[in-house]
């Protein structure tokens, strides 16, 4: 952890301090992946970090505050997804490379972070615009390069002028952002992980490009 941690009384924390808080915080997240967001208590989030409920306290002011700053952690990890994208030519055999290495992210970010997502879709869904915010911040990286993406082509005369390019972007990231967090699910219709991933790539690489890959 880098940058100035402070208590929730405006106390600059210490290496100590700031190597508790981070505890509570990693005890918090492996609590998230078994436990309903809703039933994880501060005690017992102290109890697995081996300190005490007064201890959270000095760091957040409840769970929910502290599952924010988890989230705002990992939103923040998310919007490097859009790396995957930089310099990237959707163009023959390059452009389906470009959509499958885009799918396998979403995809391995939506599984390395399945928990918290998990509470922050809830918390969207429930209308807590904190919550909101966190998770348009990392989709809106994807949407905005994607929809830079599709004007390029446009401009190339590589892609039909009549194709909006934010509502076509924002579709493939809201559809990514769905299967991404039902994975699991795809297997109760028989369909393996492996067989998921060519087949998103390719709505991909069609919204983008208007065409079939070359592989």
Known sequence: MTGQVRTVDGRVAGRRGQATRQK????????LSSSPYRDVKVIDVARKAGTSPATFYQY??????????????MATEGAGLTEV???RSWIGKAGWATAQELVDSFLEFWRKNDAILRVVDLGSAEGDKRFYKIRMKI???VTNSLTDTVKDLQDKGKVDKDVNAAAMAGSLVAMLASVASHQKGFSTWGVK???LKP??????HLGITGK???K
């Open 24 to 31: 509570l915080l990693d005890c918090l997240s492996e609590m």
């Open 60 to 73: 957040f002011p409840d769970v929910e505050g502290a599952v924010l700053e988890i989230a705002e952690q």
């Open 85 to 87: 994208l930089a310099e």
């Open 139 to 141: 989709l809106n990286s």
């Open 193 to 195: 992980q492996a067989e």
């Open 199 to 204: 087949n998103l790539a390719l709505l991909v």
């Open 212 to 214: 079939k890959p070359t």
